[in-house]
């Protein structure tokens, strides 16, 4: 089983000089959506597995922008993918209808996550069964 699942790596610009660096996130132009949301995530013990949902309607960009952690993005098919966020200027975008687990916070994790629409507790399934039921495809 391959493809589908459709999370991928980004990679944006170092606006760097000799000051320090600089990244710019815009939206529709380095972030596939427009923004309506942000939050941070830190202070998670490295055991500790956030997320453990998916989310019918809001697309995401997940930046560490200090330390690490690791994502891991799978369909209800079973194809995953791992993407290792060690540098403060790469992404992950998570399209809509994909289950996410963030593991392995490093001490110092400040895991940015900006989104595409507002706060909608009803539009997360948390239950993995219940997931895997209404996305699976052929
Ligand atoms: P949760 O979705 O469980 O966090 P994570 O995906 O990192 O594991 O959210 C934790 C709590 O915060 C939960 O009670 C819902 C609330 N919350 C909001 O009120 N607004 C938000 O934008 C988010 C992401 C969470």
Redo the contacts with the bound molecule.
Sequence with gaps: MKEKNLAKLLEFPQLGDQRGHLVVVESKLDIPFEIK?A?Y?YGSEKTVV????ANRRTEFVLINVSGTSKIKVQDANGNESIFNLDRPHIGVYIPKGLWKD?YDFSEDSVLL?L?SEH?D?SE?IRDFKEYVEEYHYE
């Design positions: 949301r939050f995530i956030r997320g453990q949902h963030m996550v989104a706060y507790g997360y």
